[in-house]
Nanobody, 123 residues
Framework: QVQLVEYGGGLVQAGGSLRLSCAAS????????MGWFRQAPGKEREFVAG????????YYADSVKGRYTISRDNAKNTVYLQMNSLNPEDTAVYYC????????????????WGQGTQVTVSS
């Protein structure tokens, strides 16, 4: 079993930055592909950023490419999402998810999921 806990969300002004963290317990994340997803009010959950289980490849939704960066610290068993140049359209609950020995941009096809952290961007 893997337990995932996200933190680092909050309220930020447009143009600002936040760094989200996804801390894992129960298993080492180095064997898992990781993904960040988000769900805005009234919208479906969507893929935001991903990291292959080997750590060699990253994936981004077009809407965040160039602004968000996903990274992993195996020593801390934590995955990060650095978010820059935030705008109100980035407001959502952000979730991390883990898949054993693979990466998937499908929320349902991951094996473990966190509870989410709220990010609110004011204009």
């Amino acid at each position: 079993q893997v337990q995932l806990v996200e933190y680092g969300g909050g309220l930020v002004q447009a143009g600002g930055s936040l760094r989200l963290s996804c801390a894992a317990s129960g298993r080492t994340l180095s064997n898992y592909g990781m993904g960040w997803f988000r769900q805005a009010p009234g919208k479906e959950r969507e893929f935001v950023a991903g990291l292959s289980w080997s750590g060699g490849s990253t994936y981004y939704a077009d809407s965040v490419k160039g602004r968000y960066t996903i990274s992993r610290d195996n020593a801390k068993n934590t995955v990060y999402l650095q978010m820059n140049s935030l705008n109100p359209e980035d407001t959502a609950v952000y979730y991390c998810a883990a898949a054993r020995s693979r990466f998937t941009s499908s929320w349902q096809q991951n094996d473990y999921w966190g509870q989410g952290t709220q990010v609110t961007v004011s204009s």
